[in-house]
C-alpha cells in the first residue's frame, strides 16, 4: 500500500487503516489490499491482517463483498441525519453491543397482559375525539413533577421535542443545548436552520454559569434532560433545577424563553423527578417518554405544559398522524397501573443501577475514575475516540463515537450503554480502560 505500519499487530495495522479513512485519504468504495497481498507486503501472517480486517468491519469502516473484494464502506442508511449515521454501530457478530443507547430487552415488561385488555378492533369512534385517553390524562397529571395546564400524548420523545421546536423556534433562532447531548436535538435544529448555543454540565447536569452566558445571546429556546442525561449520565438535583429557573428568570427577556425538558429515562432513573416548571410554569414544556421502561417500539411519550403551546402541537398533529393511537394508549394505562408491570419496571430500574455501578467500579480499579451514572449510558473519555472504537471492535465490543454528541469539537469521548452488561462488568471494564488509553499509530 506505500504506507508505513510501524505496529504489525491487529489493532495496530487497523488503526492505521482507520486514520487513512478518517483522513479522507482512503474514500468510500475504495478497494482494499487482499490479506494476502498485504499479509506478504508486511511480513506478517494472513490471520493477522484478517483480525485486523475484522475489526474494521465491525466498526463499520470496511465491508467485504466476497470474491469482489474488501471495500471501505460508505455511508450506509441514507435516511438518517448526518449525527445520528454516526451513532450506531454496523451489522455484524458482536460479542457486545453497547452502542445503541437502547433499555435491556430482557428487562422490559411482558406486553402480553396488557394486549389481552384491548379491544380487538382497531377503531376510534370519531376522528375529532379526544387525542388523549381521559383515564391515561388523569394518570399522568397525578404523576406530573408540577402542574401543567394540559398534557397530551405523542409518538415519543423526540416527536414531542421535534414538534415543541417546531411552534417555538424559526429560522436564525438560537437554542440553547447540552453539549455533549443528544444527537437528534442538534439535527433537528439543523433542520430548522436554527444556531445550537452549547450549553456546558457537570455531575448535576446544565452549570448554571454556562446557561447565564448562553442566555445572553437571547435564544428563543433551551433543551434539558433532568435525569439521566444522555450521554453523561447525570441528574438534576432540585436544587440545580431551581437555579437554573432563578437564572432564567434573572436574564434579559427570560420571560420569553421556552425550557423543553425530556425526561426519557423516566421511570428507570434513580433520581427524584424534577422539572424547572416548579418555578417556571408559563415557559417549561415537559416531555417524559415510556421507551426505556416499557419498550421503544410503543412509540409513545407524554408531553405537558402551558395549554398556549400544548393545544398549538395538538392542533399541528391533527393535520398529521391526528393522534397516537388509543389502542397503544390502553396499553400503556394498563402497564402503568397492572402490579405485576409496575413491579417489573421498577425492578429493571434496580438493575440498570447495579450494571452501572458495578462498570463504573471496575473502571476505577483499572484506573479510569468516573462519577456513578443514572440510566443506561455512561460517557467514557479517551485519548482518541476513533483508536478507542478500533480497539474495542477488535475485542468485540462496539461502542458510539462521541463526536455526534457534541456541538463542537471537544475532549474525546465514547458512550457506552452500560444498562446492557448484565455480566463480565470486570473483563468488559478491562477492555474499555485499554480503549481509553489507545492512541492511532
Known amino acids: 500500500m506505500g504506507v508505513d505500519f510501524p505496529d504489525r499487530s491487529p489493532q495496530g495495522i487497523a488503526s492505521v487503516i482507520a486514520r487513512l479513512i478518517t483522513a479522507g485519504e482512503l474514500a468510500p468504495g475504495d478497494r482494499l489490499p487482499t490479506v494476502r497481498d498485504l499479509a506478504a507486503e508486511l511480513l506478517v501472517s494472513p490471520a493477522t491482517v484478517s483480525a485486523a480486517w475484522q475489526a474494521l468491519a465491525r466498526s463499520g469502516m470496511i465491508q467485504s463483498r466476497g470474491r469482489a473484494g474488501t471495500f471501505v464502506r460508505g455511508m450506509p442508511r441514507e435516511w438518517l441525519t448526518r449525527r445520528v449515521k454516526g451513532l450506531s454501530s454496523a451489522d455484524g457478530d458482536w460479542r457486545l453491543d453497547l452502542s445503541l443507547g437502547t433499555p435491556d430487552p430482557a428487562l422490559l415488561p411482558s406486553l402480553a397482559d396488557a ?137 434579559r427577556d427570560g420571560h420569553r424563553v421556552v425550557v423543553i425538558e425530556d425526561d426519557h429515562s423516566g421511570l428507570i432513573s434513580m433520581a427524584p423527578d424534577v422539572t424547572l416548571g416548579r418555578w417556571l410554569p408559563g415557559q417549561v414544556v415537559h416531555v417524559r417518554s415510556f421507551s426505556k421502561s416499557h419498550g421503544p417500539d410503543l412509540r409513545i411519550a407524554a408531553l405537558g405544559g402551558p395549554a398556549r403551546l400544548v393545544e398549538r402541537i395538538v392542533a399541528r398533529r391533527m ?98 450503554t452500560s444498562g446492557v452488561v448484565a455480566a463480565d462488568a470486570v473483563d468488559v471494564a478491562r477492555e474499555l480502560a485499554a480503549a481509553s488509553r489507545a492512541v492511532r499509530r
Open 115 to 251: 394486549f389481552s385488555h384491548v379491544t380487538l378492533r382497531a377503531d376510534t369512534g370519531r376522528y375529532h375525539d379526544l387525542p388523549v385517553l381521559p383515564e391515561l390524562a388523569a394518570l399522568l397529571e397525578r404523576a406530573w413533577p408540577a402542574h401543567a395546564e394540559a398534557i397530551t400524548v405523542v409518538n415519543g420523545a423526540v416527536d414531542g421535542i421535534s414538534r415543541t421546536l417546531g411552534q417555538v423556534v424559526r429560522l436564525g433562532d438560537r437554542v440553547a443545548v447540552e453539549s455533549p447531548g443528544f444527537p437528534y436535538f442538534l439535527d433537528l435544529l439543523d433542520a430548522l436552520g436554527a444556531e445550537a448555543v452549547p450549553l456546558s454540565l457537570d455531575d448535576e447536569g446544565v452549570e448554571p454559569a454556562s446557561l447565564a452566558h448562553a442566555l445572553t445571546q437571547r435564544p428563543t429556546a433551551v433543551i434539558l434532560q433532568p435525569r439521566a442525561q444522555n450521554p453523561t449520565g447525570a441528574s438534576m438535583s432540585e436544587e440545580r433545577a431551581r437555579l437554573l429557573a432563578a437564572v432564567v428568570r434573572a436574564s
Open 319 to 416: 393535520l398529521g398522524p391526528g393522534w397516537t393511537s388509543r389502542l397503544i394508549q390502553t396499553v400503556l394505562l394498563d402497564m402503568l397501573t397492572d402490579p405485576g408491570a409496575v413491579a417489573a419496571v421498577r425492578a429493571a430500574r434496580l438493575a440498570y443501577r447495579d450494571r452501572e455501578e458495578a462498570l463504573v467500579t471496575a473502571l476505577r480499579r483499572e484506573g479510569v475514575s468516573m462519577p456513578h451514572p443514572d440510566g443506561i449510558n455512561l460517557w467514557l473519555p479517551v485519548a482518541d475516540d476513533r483508536a478507542a472504537i478500533v480497539h474495542l471492535a477488535a475485542a468485540g465490543i462496539a461502542v458510539a463515537g462521541g463526536a455526534p454528541f457534541v456541538v463542537h469539537d471537544d475532549t474525546p469521548h465514547v458512550r457506552v
